[in-house]
């Protein structure tokens, strides 16, 4: 049995080179007020986009 690929090891995608193997699903934001975009919510998606955790 191979060891499998690091998943925080760049990754080609087609022409793309990716930094890592993780990808974030889809999500519902239903726990917004009236379904609007908060500050919060802004931040929420921020930190993973740059390379953090929420």
């Given at each position: 049995m191979s060891?499998?690929?690091d998943v925080f090891s760049p990754a080609?995608?087609?022409p793309i080179t990716l930094r890592n193997r993780t990808i974030k699903?889809?999500?519902f934001?239903?726990?917004t007020p009236e379904a609007l975009v908060t500050?919060?919510?802004i931040e929420y998606?921020?930190?993973p986009a740059?390379?953090?955790s929420p």
């Amino acid at each position: 049995m191979s060891t499998p690929p690091d998943v925080f090891s760049p990754a080609k995608l087609g022409p793309i080179t990716l930094r890592n193997r993780t990808i974030k699903s889809a999500t519902f934001e239903a726990r917004t007020p009236e379904a609007l975009v908060t500050d919060d919510l802004i931040e929420y998606h921020r930190l993973p986009a740059a390379g953090g955790s929420p």
